[in-house]
């Protein structure tokens, strides 16, 4: 099957693999990992996740080294912020060590995806959280379901390590201050659909949100979170509205690794024409950095990489955080698990 697939165009999609695990809890109690070959899924037609969005999901990826052992990265920090989604939105959460035990199942099982070393792909691991009972009032469900389904991917920018454009458009908020910013849900995800496909048929990568209260720093960057750099510093934003990012977490390691200093705090918009470098970061996104960003409301331009070529400390973070998940480099800080 992988040797049918042509890694030198392989964008982000989905793409069938042939097995997912799932679980269900029903009863009051989650049930036993199972496995499946069904793409569908079959519920209730008042299912909370179809009325109220009682929803929430995960992305990691795993990668295959030159050794030919498959790596995943930080699968237990996605688990700590997959117990958070569910916290927050009220769903049930897993029992201790079923999302792992689901990622390292689904991963083996599907072993013959993981894109070969030398392509640069690899594969990325969906795990989604759902209320599947039936509520009419607002409430939360008494039965969901867990599936990881998994599927080779290429870059989600499609030029891979390039520096593209972002935009600010002042008229959208991707999260509410004290809403589920800081969580995986999937009503996030539908607040932000209009403002990024105006963005990208305005031809931008991506939205860059700013605090929806005061409109006057910097949140994210669509599916991924923000960092500058100047000088010796890396600055990513505080906020009560971002995902706290397993990437970032990583990155900022590395960057400390490397000798920057790290800030994290509240970016003012003005910060951004004083940038030496900027990117988005995330698993999907890995680090894409940018060269200009517009904001469309305000008419200004900010011009950041001017010979749009990726800067120097972009590149060695990108380089280092992949070396890493390839198993090219030693893994001091303990981030991979090697699924035997
Ligand atoms: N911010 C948002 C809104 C995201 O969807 C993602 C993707 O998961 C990120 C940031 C990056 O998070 P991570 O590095 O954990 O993938
Ligand atoms: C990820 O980076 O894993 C994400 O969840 C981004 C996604 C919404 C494509």
């Not at 099957?1 to 009863?27: E, H």
């Not at 029992?95 to 070969?116: H, Q, S, T």
């Not at 409109?215 to 923000?226: Q, S, V, Y």
Request: glycine share 10%; hydrophobic share 35%.
């Amino acid at each position: 099957m992988a040797q049918q697939i042509d890694w030198s165009t392989l964008g982000f999609g989905y793409r069938k693999a042939p097995y997912n695990v799932r679980c269900t809890f029903q009863n009051g109690a989650w049930g036993e990992l199972r496995v499946s070959e069904s793409e569908e899924v079959t519920m209730h037609m008042a299912a909370t996740v179809l009325h109220y969005g009682q929803a929430g999901f995960e992305g990691l990826k795993a990668f295959r080294g030159k050794d030919g052992k498959i790596r995943v990265f930080r699968m237990d920090e996605n688990a700590k912020r997959m117990q958070n989604t569910c916290r927050t939105i009220l769903m049930q959460p897993l029992p201790d060590g079923l999302f792992e035990e689901a990622i390292k199942k689904v991963v083996k099982l599907n072993e013959d995806l993981v894109p070969p070393y030398e392509t640069g792909c690899s594969m990325y691991i969906r795990p989604v959280l759902f209320g599947t009972g039936p509520q009419v009032g607002v409430n939360p469900a008494d039965q969901y379901e867990f599936i990881v389904f998994v599927m080779p991917v290429g870059p989600y920018f499609k030029d891979g390590f390039k520096a593209t454009p972002c935009c600010i458009m002042r008229g959208y908020d991707r999260a509410a201050p004290l809403g589920t910013g800081r969580v995986k849900v999937g009503g996030n995800y539908a607040a932000s659909l209009a403002s990024g496909v105006l963005a990208h048929q305005k031809g931008y990568s991506a939205v860059i949100y700013l605090d929806a209260r005061s409109k006057k720093f910097i949140d994210e960057c669509g599916p991924a979170n923000f960092f500058g750099i100047k000088g010796d510093r890396y600055v990513t934003p505080e906020s009560e509205s971002i995902l706290p990012s397993i990437t970032n977490m990583s990155i900022q390691q590395v960057a400390k690794d490397l000798g920057l200093k790290i800030e994290i705090r509240p970016m003012p918009v003005e910060e951004l024409a004083y940038l030496d470098e900027a990117a988005m970061c995330g698993t999907a996104a890995v680090i894409a950095p940018i060269n200009r960003i517009d904001d469309l409301d305000d008419n200004k331009v900010y011009t950041i990489l001017p010979d749009h070529k990726p800067g120097p400390v972009c590149t060695k973070l990108y380089e280092t955080l992949r070396g890493i998940q390839y198993g090219d480099i030693e893994d001091t800080h303990n981030w991979v698990t090697v699924i035997e």
